[in-house]
């Protein structure tokens, strides 16, 4: 199912996009971007019901949704940007109400969207779920605040959660290819919440952040960057505050990102950024998505071929979503040390089966695929709910 709106004032474009439903939900972020396509949100619901099938768990409290998708066509830095959401999610509200269970992604804050569904009259930007909860909408909406009001170093964990998820993907990578974490180099394209989490905890495990990018370019460090001064010191949007790089640091072109050198390279940013071109000269070990669909399907084969591996989006980015469901439905307490130790357990168990899984030099992908096909059957014959 795909609902498409335009918006009177501006001509933005926005699209949600039903792939799978379970029990009559689907879950799903909501992004703005300029450019953003149909055919992009399309592909994303479609990432967004494997991601839901990964997290099931054999007697869990929390049971998969469907998957589904949000995307607003326009630029978040634009000054009339929170007009065009509030319209859009008005304009989508019966499907907030009824069916699609959104957050945050790419370009929107939740922040946001808790204020405009708080003036819709809607308990939150998942109300269509909390009918599924088992102890009650008012058990899990209270854990769920508790969640959000966690914090790691003064960044609320609602910002963080998955891209620790993303940093642990990305350490049991580099242990599947017999890489010390010690000294690795990282490069990371986008510094928002998925990307600015993810250098944090690769640095924390004492990985080098030698190249960051953001909307304005790129700035690096041989011997690393400062990672948590530039995370306090960055925008609302991921952009980095020059003010606060040190002397050695230098700043590079925006599309140096791809040519700098690294053990671990994570795309955190817009989709379809790494193509064949690309995917030929990366100088990189290991690939991790912590953006939705950033590599093409003939560039990912084609750096298996060369013997780096891609850890797919659904898979390495399903912490934010995961933690949601975990802590609304009640299987982790919602604290910072519950959710990371989660994390790790599951981070653990899919990147090591994938990797398992998965024929030297061919994708990743397919391995996951088949795990979460195999986990979302699991999951229906579990509860005996239809797809």
């Known amino acids: 199912m795909t609902a498409t709106w335009t918006d009177a004032g501006t001509g933005a474009r926005g699209h949600v996009v039903i792939d799978t439903r379970i029990r009559g939900v689907a879950g799903g972020g909501l ?28 007697g869990a409290r929390y049971v998969p949704l469907g998957g589904a998708k949000g995307g607003i066509d326009f630029d978040p830095r634009d000054p009339r940007a929170l007009g065009v959401l509030e319209r859009f999610v008005e304009a989508m509200r019966p499907l907030l109400e009824h069916v699609w269970a959104a957050g945050e992604d790419m370009g929107v804050r939740q922040d ?16 269509c779920v909390l009918g599924l909860v088992d102890d009650g909408a008012d058990a899990g909406l209270e854990r769920l605040d ?77 011997d690393g960057l400062d990672v948590e001064t530039l995370l306090h010191t960055r925008d609302r949007h991921g952009r980095i505050d020059r003010a606060a790089l040190r002397p050695g640091d230098v700043e590079r072109p925006g599309g140096d990102w791809a040519r700098i050198p690294c053990e671990v390279l994570v795309p955190a940013a817009a989709s379809y950024v790494i193509g064949e071109e690309l ?17 093409l399907p003939a ?7 060369r013997g780096i591996p891609v850890v797919p989006d659904f898979m390495a980015n399903l912490a934010t979503n995961a933690w949601w469901w975990w802590t609304l439905f009640g299987d982790i307490e919602p604290t910072v040390d519950a959710a990371f130790a989660q994390v790790d357990a599951t981070m653990e168990e899919l990147v090591g089966e994938a990797f398992a899984r998965a024929p030297e030099r061919t994708p990743l992908r397919a391995a996951a695929e088949q795990m979460a096909d195999e986990r979302a059957a699991a999951a229906a014959a579990a509860q005996g709910v239809t797809t």
């Open 299 to 305: 560039a990912e084969a084609l750096l298996a071929g």
């Open 279 to 295: 995917a030929a000269a990366l100088d990189a070990r290991v690939v991790v998505e912590a953006a939705n669909v950033p590599t």
């Open 112 to 127: 946001d969207l808790d204020r405009i569904a708080a003036g819709l009259g809607l308990r939150s930007t998942v109300d």
């Open 146 to 222: 508790a969640a959000f009001a966690a914090q790691d170093r003064g960044i609320g964990l609602g910002e963080l959660v998955g891209g620790y998820g993303v940093a642990r993907a990305a350490l049991e990578a580099l242990g599947r290819i017999a890489i010390a974490p010690a000294g690795a180099r990282v490069v990371v394209q986008g510094f928002g919440s998925m990307g600015g989490a993810t250098a944090r905890y690769l640095a924390d495990a004492g990985l080098r952040v030698v190249g960051l990018a953001d909307v304005d370019g790129v700035v690096a460090a041989a």
């Open 31 to 58: 992004r703005m971007r300029p450019g953003l396509t149909v055919e992009e949100v399309t592909d994303l619901a479609r990432a967004m019901t494997r991601k839901e099938a990964l997290a099931f768990r054999p």
